[in-house]
């Protein structure tokens, strides 16, 4: 039989490195205030998550594929916020 | 080697997001300024990385489907298979009631379940039996197991231990 604890295991460890996310999102969606966030490395972070669940859908695990994907969200937000912020300010 | 591809891509991934965190880790270290950064959530984050490389480990060195996908040339042999196949099969033909095993044999075999025989109870009109055991050559009773079920002939498996 499968050992069911490396899956738990994951999406513990899934769960604490996501949400710790969570916080950045929540603020710079709330105050709009992207000026401390680096364009540059939230498109690494962008390409990075997106060849992480590339990794795990060819090894079959679900929390690498799950939280990811999750990652990929919460940074694509920040991003979006980021790069709507700098274009309100080029426009005034 | 299928293998290498996923390790190619998660290594890149890796790279990659380890190297979106070393601007802030760089900014820290030479303005020893971290006022800004959440003491819980960096522990939080901390605490999953730990916990990631943990998975890692169970992952990489338990789980059976990925072991599987880097063969060893030698394990390949048949011959190889022989000795536990053996073993599998006398054991569930000794104990029919064991049906984990039975069903375990007869996945090994390609053969269906029903067509298993506890040892010592043959019947006449069923069709021919075929020995398995320590001095049965493997891959010919694999082969003869093969062209049973494709020509569709019924036959029955029987130990000799």
């Known amino acids: 039989m499968e050992a069911w604890w490396p899956t738990a295991l994951g999406v ?19 105050d709009g205030d992207t000026e401390a966030i680096s364009r540059r490395m939230y498109l ?20 690498v594929v799950l939280f990811n994907g999750l990652n990929l969200l919460f940074a694509g937000i920040v991003l979006a916020l980021k790069l709507r912020g700098r274009g309100h300010e080029m426009r005034r | 080697m299928e293998s290498v591809v996923p390790m190619l891509i998660g290594l890149i991934a890796g790279c990659l997001s380890t190297y979106s965190f070393v601007p802030q880790v760089v ?26 490389t943990g998975y890692g480990l169970a992952v990489g060195s338990l789980r059976p489907g990925l072991q599987r996908a880097q063969p060893d040339p030698e394990l390949n042999h048949p011959r190889a298979e022989a000795p536990r196949i053996t073993c599998l099969t006398s054991r569930q033909f000794l104990a029919p009631e064991d049906h984990r095993n039975q069903q375990k044999a007869c996945r090994l075999h390609r053969i269906r379940s029903q067509s298993m025989i506890p040892f010592g109870q043959l019947e006449i009109g069923n069709g021919p039996s075929v020995s ?11 082969r003869i197991c093969k062209a049973a079920s494709e020509e569709s002939i019924p036959c029955r498996v029987r130990a000799a231990p």
């Open chain 2, 27 to 52: 900014k820290c270290w030479r303005t020893g300024e971290t006022a800004a950064i959440s003491l819980r959530m960096f522990a939080v984050r901390t605490f999953g990385l730990l916990l990631w």
């Open chain 1, 44 to 63: 690494v972070s962008l390409v990075a998550f997106g060849l992480w669940i590339v990794h795990g859908l060819m090894i079959a695990s679900m929390p």
């Open chain 2, 132 to 142: 398995c055991g320590a001095n049965t050559n493997p891959i010919v009773f694999d």
């Open chain 1, 12 to 30: 513990i460890a899934g769960i604490c490195t996501s949400f710790s996310f969570l916080p950045q999102v929540i603020k710079a969606w709330n």
